[in-house]
């Protein structure tokens, strides 16, 4: 299946952009995205979007995603959470309807939300970073700003694949409850 990311960001940002401006819920969001007439085949694009709106107070998180690879939520205590909802990539069917999810964010809590690119990093022996170590990475990481994560994760992933070419983007958010 061929991805064009130029045109799959410029459709993310039109569409999806659009609807998080009127601060719809994320399904709302989502399904809006598949109904009108910028909905385009699978031949041509397959978004995979996550989507989520956070209130900061008292921190209800409700989400969706299209077939998105499910965020990792650390809690405070240590135990990590899948946040997943089973949907369809955007661009399959329109109109399709597309289940959500919940959670309440406590005080040190992370949220770390990433595209496929994080666990299909590789070696030159392709050999991938997995979601396995993203979670025991996830699990062991010391209580640090967002922005410190993210540096450790990504350090520790550039280790693994020494080096090696990727064949994908990365990119992942960090969400520290504080």
């Not at 009127?22 to 598949?34: F, Q």
């Not at 399709?96 to 040190?108: D, I, N, P, Q």
């Amino acid at each position: 299946m061929r991805k064009v990311f130029p045109f799959a960001l410029s459709i993310a940002i039109l569409v999806l952009g659009a609807s998080m401006a009127s601060a719809k819920a994320p399904k709302k969001i989502t399904e809006t995205a598949t109904a009108g007439p910028y909905t385009v085949t699978l031949e041509v694009l397959r978004a995979e979007p996550f989507s989520a709106k956070l209130d900061p107070k008292p921190r209800p998180l409700s989400y969706t995603a299209a077939a998105h690879t499910p965020p990792l939520l650390r809690r405070a205590s240590g135990r990590i959470e899948r946040l997943e909802v089973t949907n369809l990539p955007l661009g399959i069917r329109p109109g399709l309807e597309f289940a959500t999810g919940s959670a309440t964010l406590g005080e040190g809590d992370v949220l770390l939300i990433f595209t496929d690119g994080l666990v299909e990093s590789m070696t030159a022996a392709e050999d991938e970073f997995g979601e396995e170590r993203v979670t025991a990475w996830l699990k062991s990481a010391p209580a640090a700003s967002a922005e410190a994560m993210l540096v450790s994760l990504l350090s520790t992933v550039d280790g693994f694949t020494g080096g090696a070419r990727q064949h994908d983007d990365l990119t992942c958010l960090f969400l520290r409850v504080s």
